[in-house]
């Protein structure tokens, strides 16, 4: 197992190498950063999981295909007969 690449730094410092630090932890080449005060860790970045380990790969257009409007789906609004005629256009165009 590698050992954890983890970089202990105070608030203060923290504050003037932020951006730094978020930079190497999304390059991992860290895989945390404790930021204490007065010598007690106040809080631990760490970059987001890898899109794969999360399983997004897996949900990405999962759905793809899954949605429409039938021609009978039963809507009624009052006073505007034309309204299904409409939304299945508008729904049409964001495709």
Do not use: Y
């Amino acid at each position: 197992m590698a050992a954890r690449r983890e970089e202990t730094i105070t608030a203060t410092d923290f504050k003037a190498r932020c951006l730094e630090l978020m930079n190497r932890l999304a390059r991992r080449e860290l895989d945390r950063v404790l930021v204490t005060k007065r010598g007690r860790v106040v809080s631990v970045l760490a970059p987001p999981p890898e899109p794969e380990a999360a399983g997004f790969d897996a949900i990405i257009g999962k759905l793809s295909g899954s949605t429409g409007l039938s021609a009978d789906h039963g809507w009624e609004a009052a006073g505007d007969d034309d309204l299904p005629a409409r939304l299945e256009e508008k729904f049409k165009q964001l495709l």
